[in-house]
Nanobody, 129 residues
Framework: QVQLVESGGGTVQAGGSLRLSCAAS????????MGWFRQPPGKEREFVAA????????YYADSVKGRFTISRDNAANAAYLQMNSLKPEDTAVYYC??????????????????????WGKGTLVTVSS
């Protein structure tokens, strides 16, 4: 069982930046992809970004490309989401996830996140206008 704990959420003004962190309970240098999903208030969960186990590949939702960067540090058993140029529409609960099938598969789940193996409890990001 993999336990994931997110941190770094908070309130920021539009145009600002935040960095989310995800600490994993096991060595993440195994064959497991990691990623981020989010659920805006009153809306369905959506895919944000994913990264392969050795960080060779990354995948992003169109809505965050060029603004968000996903990374991981397997030595630290952690993944990160650097969010720049934040917009009010980025307001959501952000969830860290891990998936044995891979990063590309994580981004293709329908509905978003369906079948993903492990989840954190989420961290709230609020972007004020």
């Amino acid at each position: 069982q993999v336990q994931l704990v997110e941190s770094g959420g908070g309130t920021v003004q539009a145009g600002g930046s935040l960095r989310l962190s995800c600490a994993a309970s096991i060595r993440t240098a195994t064959t497991i992809a990691m990623g981020w999903f989010r659920q805006p208030p009153g809306k369905e969960r959506e895919f944000v970004a994913a990264i392969s186990s050795m960080a060779y590949s990354t995948y992003y939702a169109d809505s965050v490309k060029g603004r968000f960067t996903i990374s991981r540090d397997n030595a630290a058993n952690a993944a990160y989401l650097q969010m720049n140029s934040l917009k009010p529409e980025d307001t959501a609960v952000y969830y860290c996830a891990a998936h044995k099938t891979g990063a590309q598969a994580m981004g293709r789940t329908t509905p978003a996140g369906n079948g993903v193996d492990y989840w954190g409890k989420g961290t709230l990001v609020t972007v004020s206008s």
